[in-house]
Structures are given as C-alpha cells and as structure tokens.
C-alpha cells in the first residue's frame, strides 16, 4: 500500500512542477515554491520508497542477486537520513511560503522588495542548507556490519531492530527503537532472509544525552515549535484577511476583482491545514515515546502499541508528501485546465 502510495504521489508532484510552470496566472513565487515544495516530496517519496518498500523485498525474499543484497544495507544507510533532510526541508519550504503569500496579502506595499523571485530562491537555498547541516548526524546513527552466513538466533532486541527498518518512520532512529522489546519472541532468520550485511546503531546513536539533546529537543524545536508557530500566526492573518476580502467584494458592485489571487491564498491556507494535520500523529507519537523514555510507565506504552501506531503515521506522513497535487486538483480551476490540456482531453 505504501508503496503504491509513493509511486503515485512522485507522478502527481511532477504533474504538479509541469502543470505550475504553465500557470502564467498564479505569482512566479507562489509558483516557484510550490514546485520547490513538489520536490522535496518527490525525494522523501522516493526515500520511503527505498526504505520501505524495497528494504521489505531484500529482507524477506532470497532471489536477488548476491551482489544487490551486499550493497543494499549501504544504500539503505543514506536513504534514511536523506528522507529526513527532505522532510525537514518540506517543513520549512511550507513556512516560506506562508510566510511570501502572508507578505503578498497582507503587506501589499512591501511585496515589490521582499517577494521577489531572487529572495525566494536565496531562501529556499538557505532552507535546504539548514536542512542538511540540522540533519548530518543522522549519517552516522547507523553503521553497516557483516552478519554470519549460516542461520542465526535473533534476540528480541535484534527482532525489534529489523522491525523498526522495515516499519518505522522514514527517519533514521524511528520511535520503535525505544519501545519494549519484552513483548517480542525471539526468532531464527535464514541467510536468505537476514542477507551478508545489516545496519546497526551506533554507539552515538545509543547515547541517552544524545537522544535527549538531539533526537528529543532539538527535533521538537527545529521541527515543530518555531515551525508550527511560524504557521499559526501567518495562517491566523491569511485567513483574517481573506475574510475581510469578501466582505469587502460582497459590498461591491465590482465583486470580480482579485479572484484568482484568493483562490491561490485559499489553496496555500487548506496545504498547511492538511500538512498539520498529517504532521500531528507523529509528533504525537515521538512526544509519547520522549515522555515514557524518562517517566517509564506514565502511558504505559508497549511495543505492540507503539508499533501501529508507528505505522499509522508513517502512512500519515506518506499522504502528506502525495496530497498536494489532490488539492491543486480540486480547488485550482486553471490547474485542471492546463492539467486537461496536456493530457490531451481540453479544447
């Protein structure tokens, strides 16, 4: 499912780049942002894609090349802290942009000197730095070793390791790495199923200061609290002011006015909503985890409790990086048309 998921989200946010580069009525930088934000989910759809979905065929099966199942495990080491890079990035591309059509609408006077292409792009390429440089030790929570070639007993500690790469979150060190492991048997894996080579945390990666400091505070600061309250407050004024513009061109006898304008700030206003609303579970759930890793048994969390849990916002934090071109779809009148046009079915 997800990975049929990620499949279509990466072909409807091409459509989406494509389809915002022909819009010649919507602002070069709400269009610009909106494709910058389209391939930031193109390259965690296509980590998820790596992590998920093909890690699961070179886990359970034994028909790929030796070779293939070799070099996966160094392939899946990059692939996890590169869906984090983009999904850092995702978060704060939404903020820009928020913040642009909030200087757009509500700061008329001053959008000829800050919503100019050139700032734009000088931002989104800041955004990206940041995201790599806030995201670099993530490249070292893993290492790869060697596993013996002959079958082997795993512990349920090493049982919930393979789970947590084959389920948990598209970020390095998902929450499963901190749940129970009381609740899980130990098992024996065949070398076709455990392969030549696997990942294992390191000992940083094992570091409760680091997990406290870095996988902890700073995650729920960098992505979550200046973030989220960037975007209340610009959302809260967009919306206020969209309000006041239709009452506005409800008095007026010249009511058609500005149309296209409050139907792009309209479809940025339901992007956010969707994107927080898709963001909240796993927030939620990596909160729940940080409280029970310091207060163990407050919420009285068990493997199995945190593990579909895990699941349910992996899949929600999937959807977020597929929804947009849905959106567009749906409340963008000129993106239908020219969508139609290049499918061949508009006149």
């Known amino acids: 499912m997800v990975g049929t998921l990620c499949v279509l989200g990466i072909a ?9 580069g022909r819009d010649q009525t919507i602002r070069r930088t709400t269009a610009f942002l909106l494709q910058m934000l389209a391939v930031a989910d193109t390259i965690y759809l296509v980590s998820c ?51 642009d059509r909030y200087v757009a609408i509500c700061r008329p006077l001053h959008a000829a000197q800050y919503s100019t ?13 940041v995201a790599a440089v806030y995201n670099m030790p993530r490249f070292f929570e893993r290492v790869v070793v060697v596993t013996p070639s002959q079958p082997v007993k795993l512990s349920s500690a090493d049982l919930e390791v393979l789970l947590s790469l084959l389920f948990s979150t598209p970020f390095p060190g998902g929450v499963m790495d901190h749940a129970s492991s009381s ?11 455990i392969g030549q080579a696997a990942l294992r945390k390191t000992a940083m990666r ?13 995650y729920f600061v960098v992505r979550f609290l200046v973030p989220f309250a960037a975007l209340a407050f610009f959302n809260q004024r967009l919306i206020a002011a969209m309000r006041a513009s239709n009452e506005l061109r409800q008095r007026s006898a010249a009511g058609g006015g500005g149309a296209k304008e409050r139907q792009h700030t309209w479809i940025l206003v339901v992007v956010v909503v969707v994107f927080v609303v898709c963001e909240l579970p796993d927030l939620t759930l990596r909160a729940s985890v940080a409280i029970d890793s310091h207060v163990p048994g407050r919420l009285m969390l068990t493997a199995s409790r945190v593990y579909y ?5 992996n899949l929600m934090l999937t959807v977020n990086s597929c929804i947009n071109f849905v ?21």
Do not use: H
């Open 12 to 20: 409807g946010n091409v459509l989406s780049i494509v389809v915002l």
């Open 49 to 99: 894609l790596v992590v998920q979905t093909l890690n699961a065929v070179v886990v359970w099966t034994d028909w790929l090349p030796t070779g293939v199942r070799r070099g996966w495990p160094y392939v899946e080491a990059y692939a996890w802290p590169l869906a984090s890079v983009a999904k850092t990035a995702t978060v704060w591309l939404v903020v820009v942009l928020t913040a």
């Open 117 to 129: 292409v050139a700032r734009v792009r000088t931002a989104v390429a800041a955004v990206w730095i």
């Open 183 to 193: 609740d899980l048997p130990s098992t024996t894996l065949s070398p076709g199923m």
């Open 206 to 218: 094992s570091d409760s200061t680091y997990f406290l400091v870095y996988k902890t505070l700073l």
């Open 309 to 313: 849990a895990n699941i349910f916002s």
């Open 327 to 347: 959106i567009y779809c749906l409340m963008g009148r000129r993106f239908r048309l020219i969508l139609m046009q290049m499918i061949g079915c508009g006149r």
